[in-house]
């Protein structure tokens, strides 16, 4: 089914819509770089944390989580449930953290909390690996989604795709920066929520399936719907469940779910009004995401085994398809053609708009690196407000561009999301760390990197040219990688200089962290007559809450997916569950401000 004339009227309504915001805001953003990148650091928590659920609400997203229910049923989606985890450690250790670092980026905290050469180093080589090559390789994955999205709902060839949603969310980001991009996500987000929901209904009541009865009876999805794997087997339970709650949340950098917040996370933190608005905000974002979203592309998946049992039945169909494109994560825009007129449109608006919204996010953040914490440290220091803002603006274009252009390259959603986990593993560890052990220095982070990188591309090379039966798993290699790197960066921490005595001073003072691992340094300054205090901590109490609170994620998770199976005692009983844990979480959320003060 293509596109009728009324779902292209909703499409183009929206897209005006969007340049319209970007226009409306260009002039304010335009002032300096704190407006430009942060909004002027003045957003409340309910904007931002949604602007979190927009922005990791790709148009990847559900082609994602089709491909992991198709392949290992619904426990697939361990893969990303894991990384509530690091999110809820985030919402209560470490907004705080972030939020009273008033760095304009997360790179720029390099040299709030190292010194030296080192330091200067490092933050401006993650600058242009984090600006340029990780960045980019997200925006990719991003752009191959929107690629498969738009050759069979649209029509359109994936540059023809790119060429019209990619220019219209240049446009408004180089336009606007974050606060257009804020807005934008706003409106994104309903669009997003209200189109899924809307077809996931349509769909499981078509001829074909039936209604939510007949499609959970299909022999084909009765297999797929247990939220944990089979537990008697290792071979499949180690993998899909236990790697990822054992290694994976801590051990890996993803976009999202990074181990102590950073990336587009951190951002939305600096932007918040202030410390509470900056909790609430990843607070939101994390029981949104993980509780809220995942069951109607859940279902459409369920809907794709009936009708599209294999890939070969989606080619059978959709016969333009470019076959390196072809994959199980096309199952997901192929149910979406089984759409009338309207709602196929506001569906597919939903699409672009989950697509833009990463786009012009991961745009912008990269844009903010390549600025701050590359030209404007190393290139030129003395740029006025209008240069550093203009720079921002150039770097905006370009970054977008580069993404597309690896969009056309990718073939498969899974692919990406695999390879962003490896590069990135082994790396998670110091991000959380470094926070509270004042021994860990710029060589520890940047050995950290180096050591994962090579052991992940020497595996993957390994991989490559490795016969079927001797390849290692990638849940061996994730492993592997995060010990060896985790090794090597604890010795260089213990065996190289700490970061200057007025460095680390500085970073307590203004930080305040948990003296906990802040003991050794703290008994060095008192030796040298320099009083250091122990700073009041709230770390306990944190750590009690981000328990309850991923207890009441999980809870409403599996809650609804209990009352969709028609388990209507346990699903209650899991939300009375979910309702005490995130209540008991909100409410305590003061104390832990007023402990801090």
């Given amino acids: 089914m293509k596109l ?131 960045n980019v390789l997200v925006m990719g994955a991003v752009s191959l989604a929107a690629i498969k999205f738009g050759e069979i709902i649209l029509g359109l060839e994936g540059w023809q795709t790119l060429l019209i949603a990619g220019s219209i969310t240049i446009l408004y980001s180089y336009l606007g920066g974050l606060k257009a991009i804020l807005i934008t996500d706003f409106v994104q987000f309903i669009l997003a929520m209200i189109g899924s929901i809307w077809a996931c209904l349509y769909l499981i009541n078509i001829e074909e399936v039936g209604g939510i009865q007949a499609l959970l009876a299909h022999p084909n999805v009765e297999s797929k719907m247990s939220f944990l794997p089979n537990l008697s087997d290792p071979s499949v339970y180690v993998p899909i469940l236990l790697i990822p709650l054992v290694v994976q949340w801590w051990a890996s950098y993803y976009p999202g779910a990074e181990p102590g917040g950073g990336g587009y996370i951190a951002q939305r933190m600096f932007s918040a009004k202030n410390e509470k608005n900056a909790v609430g905000a990843t607070l939101l974002f994390n029981v949104a995401h993980y509780a809220l979203r995942p069951w109607p592309w859940i279902l459409i998946a369920f809907v794709s085994l009936v009708i599209f049992p294999e890939v070969a039945d989606i080619q059978s169909v959709f016969t333009g398809i470019d076959k390196s494109k072809l994959g199980e994560d096309l199952a997901y825009p192929a149910m979406l053609s089984y759409l009338p007129v309207g709602l196929l449109g506001l569906v597919a608006a939903s699409l672009i708009a989950a697509f833009m919204s990463t786009m012009s996010t991961q745009m912008n953040l990269g844009a903010s690196y390549l600025v701050n914490d590359f030209y404007k440290r190393f290139i030129d220091t003395q740029a006025s407000e209008k240069t550093l803002v203009s720079y921002a603006k150039l770097f905006t274009l370009v970054s977008g561009l580069l993404g597309m252009l690896l969009g056309l390259m990718l073939t498969s959603a899974k692919e990406a999301f695999d390879l962003l986990l490896v590069i990135g593993a082994g790396t998670g560890a110091i991000f959380i760390v470094r926070w509270f052990w004042w021994r860990i220095n710029a060589i520890s982070e940047i050995t950290a990197m180096i050591s994962s990188f090579i052991v992940a591309f020497s595996f993957l090379m390994y991989n490559k040219f490795a016969e079927e039966s001797d390849k290692i798993e990638g849940w061996k290699v994730l492993c592997l990688a995060t010990f060896i790197s985790t090794l090597t960066w604890v010795i260089t921490a213990l065996v190289t200089k700490p970061t200057d005595n007025q460095t680390l001073l500085n970073f307590y003072n203004k930080i305040k962290p948990s003296s906990i691992g802040w003991k050794g340094f703290i008994n060095k300054m008192n030796r040298e007559g320099r009083e250091l205090s122990i700073h009041p901590s709230s770390l306990g109490l944190e750590i009690v809450l981000s328990s309850f609170g991923i207890i009441g994620v999980y809870a409403a998770l599996f809650s609804v997916g209990n009352m969709i199976y028609g388990k209507w005692l346990m699903g209650i009983l899991l939300a009375v569950l979910s309702i005490a844990c995130l209540l008991y979480v909100i409410r305590s959320i003061n104390r832990t401000m007023q402990i801090d003060q």
Wanted: no cysteine.
């Fill in 4 to 134: 009728a004339v009324w779902d292209w009227i909703i499409i183009f309504v929206y897209f005006i819509f969007i340049v319209s915001i970007g226009i409306y805001f260009s002039k304010k953003s335009s002032k300096n770089l704190s407006q430009y990148f942060l909004s002027g650091r003045n957003m409340p928590w309910w904007l931002l944390g949604l602007s979190m659920v927009a922005t990791t609400f790709s148009a990847d997203t559900p082609n994602l989580v089709t491909e992991l229910v198709r392949k290992d049923g619904v426990s697939g989606n361990w893969a990303w449930w894991a990384f509530l985890i690091t999110g809820m450690i985030t919402v209560f250790i470490y907004s705080k953290l972030w939020r009273r670092s008033m760095v304009l980026t997360d790179i720029e905290f390099y040299e709030l909390r190292y010194s030296g050469p080192f330091a200067k180093f490092l933050r401006g080589f993650r600058a242009l690996y984090l600006g340029l090559v990780f």
